[in-house]
Nanobody
Framework: QVQLVESGGGSVQAGGSLRLSCAAS????????MGWFRQAPGKEREFVAA????????DYADSVKGRFTISRDNAKNTVYLQMNTLKSEDTAVYYC?????????????????????WGQGTQVTVSS
């Protein structure tokens, strides 16, 4: 099991930027793909971005492509989500998650079922 702790959320005006961090502990972080999800009030949790364990592959939801960037620093056991040109519709609680399987082959997964550990979430509020 891996423990995940998100940070970096807050309030920002539309057009602004935030960088979320997710610190991992408890198992070999570098062997696992990581993902970011979000849940807006009254909506289902949705996929935002994912990065493979090797950091060679990334995937993004269409709604954030070109504005958000996922990255990881295995030396720091941390995954990041750089969010630029924020919009009011980006307002949500953001969660990071770790893949169930180590060294997964292929593109990062989008399905929640592929992720076995979740953080507690960090609130992002974008005002227009």
């Amino acid at each position: 099991q891996v423990q995940l702790v998100e940070s970096g959320g807050g309030s920002v005006q539309a057009g602004g930027s935030l960088r979320l961090s997710c610190a991992a502990s408890g198992r070999t972080f570098s062997r696992y793909g990581m993902g970011w999800f979000r849940q807006a009030p009254g909506k289902e949790r949705e996929f935002v971005a994912a990065i493979s364990w090797s950091a060679t592959m990334t995937d993004y939801a269409d709604s954030v492509k070109g504005r958000f960037t996922i990255s990881r620093d295995n030396a720091k056991n941390t995954v990041y989500l750089q969010m630029n040109t924020l919009k009011s519709e980006d307002t949500a609680v953001y969660y990071c998650a770790a893949d169930i399987w180590p060294l997964r082959v292929g593109v990062p997964r989008r399905a929640e079922a592929a992720f076995g550990s979740w953080g507690q979430g960090t609130q992002v509020t974008v005002s227009s």
